[in-house]
């Protein structure tokens, strides 16, 4: 069984920052790409960021040069950078893996974390 964790949500104010982390966790032989959507009331969920293993990353164009997305292999783990935060940005922040291996040979299969809430106001 594989599990997604999300943590470093919270309450900030417009301009501020703050960084998620989403940690994998099970029998895991390896996980394709690992990335960021998000959730606001009334609103489609969103990719947000996206890193694969071998750190090619995605961005929605209303993130790009605010929010960074970065993994470690090792710790099968996602980070979000987020800075300069609008009101804009206030969703529930999902985390996801895509191609989750368990085995070399086995099938590959998505996971997501249960989310964290992220809230931008003054």
């Known amino acids: 069984q594989v599990r997604l964790v999300e943590s470093g949500g919270g309450l900030v104010q417009p301009g501020g920052s703050l960084r998620l982390s989403c940690a994998a966790s099970?029998?895991?032989?390896?996980?394709?790409?690992m990335a960021w959507y998000r959730q606001a009331p009334g609103i489609e969920r969103e990719l947000v960021a996206r890193i694969t293993d071998g750190d090619i990353t995605t961005y929605a164009d209303s993130v790009k040069g605010r929010f960074t997305v970065s993994r470690d292999n090792a710790r099968n783990t996602v980070y979000l950078q987020m800075n300069s935060l609008k009101p804009e940005d206030t969703a529930v922040y999902y985390c996801n893996a895509d191609g989750v291996r368990t085995t070399r040979w086995g099938g590959r299969y998505r996971y997501w974390g249960q989310g964290t809430q992220v809230t931008v106001s003054s």
């Open positions: 099970g029998s895991i032989f390896s996980i394709d790409a």
